[in-house]
């Protein structure tokens, strides 16, 4: 009796799988999608972060983007292998500059004394719609992370020092997110550099020069000596503040040394010619030098 | 109900016995329905008089006083500014007036820090004298008889830039410009005042009866509303016996005690307390024929309707703990005060850790002390160190306790983490919208979590997202 019973249920069991692959097998055939191999392997070649930051919803929708219109320049990832999509795709790909995340603030906790104390939720949407900032500056870093979260690529962190972001050069990809995450607008996605050089202005603030330093000894005050001074025309003062374009820098440095407040950066330059080294010349140049009144 | 009141309290309102206190404990039992906290009441400055703040040698008076767009400043340096003088236009919908507050010459306009250390336009007054506008009956004399109709007190609202004092500073006109389909039944009076600490609303009630209720009565004309009842938390005793008393003169207003229970001023839980009805998601309280405003508003409604006066006053509460009881003072301040000079006048304690502009439950924590007074800044609150630090914020305990208090019948823990993922379809799907954002979750939240702060991100964002998908329809 019992070994009846099994033979019909395997039966039954059996039938019904062979059946349904039949049916399988005709609707696959029927409904066969043709996708294009080489989808795959441009996806391969992409970081796989999901991040978002090239606009499309992912990495798959960007490499098929890709692969539908043979166009390169149609989304632009920093993560990218350019090279090998290049070769699978048998399109040239140009050159891009790789990117990478700064922060345009320097309001340490020594340069902007804290005048208050924040105490609620940790998040700098929140701080930024409830008030000006420990230091009182409105522009500069409110250091409650927003930017940790944002990034995909573990690449910035909070200085528990300094209460400022540091961008981790090698895992940073310039996806933007980061940037997009800041209620601010402190953090800005410059190219790299030759030799991952680059000078730029650690100063967010576009408020009069002595209401800045009021704050901050290490606010840019919009005094212009940098814009006078670069051979380049690279550096423009918009709303009291400078900004260097860097497609039209050459990393000389002659404006890191004329600045009063030591306000712009220069990273990743060798060791020897120091008196450019960057924060820790910063505050003395700040007291020397200082062009308390402007505009 | 209300006949029972007076006769308990006899000729005199102030004097009030113990059956009476007991007898309007047991009259105001309304409230509203869902959640609520009890904080302690601190009500320090319950019984100290209104004291007249020395008038400033400059005045700042910021250009965004209100809930809305900034007014247009319509002096230049140099011009030579009475009190009660147009300084700010409003331009917009959402604006209200601004008026000059001392006289004097125009130092400058300039950006001036407020309280939250952001630089706002303001107009900064040097003082010469103290000479009013000639249009400003500043008399002392109560003016029974309103004269005005209807359009003309809307249109005095608006010319004399009357902003709800209860906190918000909504452009109070803008909530009598009702469509024609709109009716308003009843004109609620918020006088619960069911923050802890303030006692700006029971002064000016006690020592400002018949103008409040005169105000009430030009409200009722503009509104066209049959009915005024005034809801007031029954810790007020005083107050309640001061305006039964008044009522008696007056034909269709009526006093309502309340249940004290937090949040029982905010607008619709005060409907829910005084008609019953619920003012439906999304919709003001013109959609149940309800029109609320603050007792002090009706005050300065007053001034404005029957002598044409501009708000240039604040009524201030200063109090704390850390101050001696004595000191914990009522002040009428010209706006552009600065902050800084009233809270020398009492003196900051050593132990001050923070001071509030507005109540401890939804006040806001001063970032820049350099600042001055504006239009509805009903306190100014010292908070000692040990009571200005949050605890340490913890894991959720899902105890929800935060449900139980919240007045709106929404899951503060389920929006505080949803906003904290960036789930704005999902805190929309939540009710994050109808958050009144009374404080009471983290008032009750064990864990110290800092829910009512995550919601405002996350209603701020929710609100930009449905603005955005309306826009794009």
């Known amino acids: ?295 | 109900m209300n006949d029972r009141i007076p006769q308990l309290a006899g000729e005199l309102a102030t004097e009030i016995t113990k059956e009476l206190k007991s007898d309007i404990k047991k009259l105001g039992r309304k409230t509203f329905r869902l959640g609520g906290v009890h904080p302690e009441a601190n009500k320090f400055a319950h019984s100290a008089d209104v004291v007249t703040f020395p008038l400033p040698d400059q005045a700042v008076v910021y250009m965004t006083q209100h809930l809305g767009a900034p007014a247009t400043p319509v002096v230049k340096k140099g011009d030579k500014v009475k009190v009660g003088q147009l300084i700010g236009e409003a331009q917009t919908f959402m604006c209200a007036n601004i008026h000059a507050p001392i006289s004097g010459t125009v130092n400058r306009v300039d950006m001036i820090a407020d309280i939250s250390g952001y630089k706002k336009p303001a107009v900064i007054i040097d003082r010469e004298g103290d000479e009013w506008d000639e249009s400003i009956d500043t008399t002392p004399d109560i003016i029974r008889d309103i004269k005005l109709s209807k359009e003309e007190i809307i249109a005095r609202m608006k010319s004399c830039g009357i902003v709800g004092l209860g906190g918000a500073c909504f452009p109070t006109h803008i909530k009598y410009m009702l469509k024609p389909e709109q009716k308003c039944e009843y004109l609620i009076v918020n006088a619960a005042e069911c923050e802890p600490y303030i006692s700006t609303d029971n002064r000016v009630i006690l020592e400002r009866t018949e103008q409040c209720m005169i105000g009430i009565e030009a409200a009722l004309i503009a509104s066209g509303a049959s009915k005024a009842v005034i809801g007031i938390e029954n810790n007020k005793p005083e107050a309640i016996a001061a305006l039964v008393e008044m009522a008696k003169k007056f034909t269709n207003i009526e006093v309502q005690p309340l249940e004290m229970k937090y949040p029982q001023g905010a607008e619709k839980q005060l409907i829910k307390a005084i008609t019953g009805r619920s003012v439906p998601n999304g919709a003001l309280p013109i959609s149940v024929g309800c029109i609320v405003n603050n007792i002090t508003t009706m005050y300065v409604l007053y001034q404005a309707v029957q002598k044409n006066k501009p708000i240039v006053q604040a009524y201030t509460t200063v109090s704390g703990k850390s101050i001696p009881k004595e000191q914990c003072k009522i002040f009428r301040l010209r706006l552009g005060t600065s902050i800084r000079d009233v809270l020398n006048a009492v003196g900051i304690p050593e132990d001050t850790g923070k001071i509030i502009s507005g109540g401890p439950m939804m006040g806001k924590a001063i970032a820049n002390l350099d600042a001055y007074i504006s239009k509805g800044m009903g306190s100014l609150l010292f908070m000692n160190e040990k009571e200005s630090l949050r605890g340490e914020t913890r894991p959720c305990l899902r105890c929800g306790k935060c449900v139980s208090a919240c007045p709106m019948g929404l899951q503060p823990y389920m929006l505080h983490a949803l906003s904290d993922l960036k789930r704005y379809e999902d805190c929309e799907h939540y009710g994050i919208m109808n958050c009144i954002e009374c404080g009471c979750c983290s008032f009750s939240c064990p864990s110290f979590r800092p829910l009512v702060d995550m919601i405002r991100v996350g209603k701020a964002k929710t609100g930009a997202m449905i603005r955005a998908r309306n826009a794009a329809k």
């Open chain 1, 1 to 295: 009796m019992a070994t009846t019973t099994i033979f019909y249920a395997a039966l039954t069991i059996g039938l019904i799988g062979i059946i349904a692959a039949v049916i399988l097998y005709f609707v696959s055939k029927i409904f066969h999608v043709e996708e294009d191999p080489r989808i795959d392997a441009v996806q391969a070649c992409l970081p796989g972060a999901n991040c978002g930051g090239c606009g499309f919803a992912g990495c798959r929708a960007m490499a098929e983007a890709m692969v539908s219109s043979m166009d390169l320049k149609i989304a632009y990832c920093p993560g990218g292998d350019y090279d090998k999509i290049g070769e699978i795709l048998g399109i040239k790909a140009e050159a891009r500059d790789p990117q990478v995340c700064v922060v345009r603030c320097n309001g340490t906790c020594e340069n902007a004394p804290s005048k208050v104390h924040y105490d609620s939720a940790m998040t700098c949407a929140f701080a930024n719609s409830l008030y000006a900032g420990e230091s009182a500056c409105p522009f500069g870093c409110l250091g409650c992370g927003d930017c940790v979260a944002a990034c995909s690529f573990d690449a910035i962190h909070i200085n528990p020092e300094t209460h400022l972001p540091e961008v981790d050069e090698d895992k940073c990809v310039g996806c933007k997110a980061c940037a997009k995450a800041c209620p601010r607008g402190v953090l800005e996605i410059r190219n790299k550099g030759k030799n991952n050089r680059r000078v730029y202005v650690a100063c967010n603030n576009k408020e009069k020069g002595a209401v800045a330093r009021k704050n901050c000894t290490a606010a840019c005050i919009g005094c212009g000596k940098c814009a006078k001074t670069c051979p380049f025309e690279a550096i423009t003062v918009t709303d009291n503040l400078a900004y260097i374009d860097f497609e039209k820098c050459k990393a000389c440095r002659k404006c890191v040394a004329e600045c009063p407040t030591g306000a712009i950066h220069a990273v990743n330059f060798p060791e020897k010619k120091a008196p450019v080294a960057v924060e820790t010349t910063a505050p003395e140049t700040a007291k020397t030098n200082a062009n308390p009144v402007e505009s």
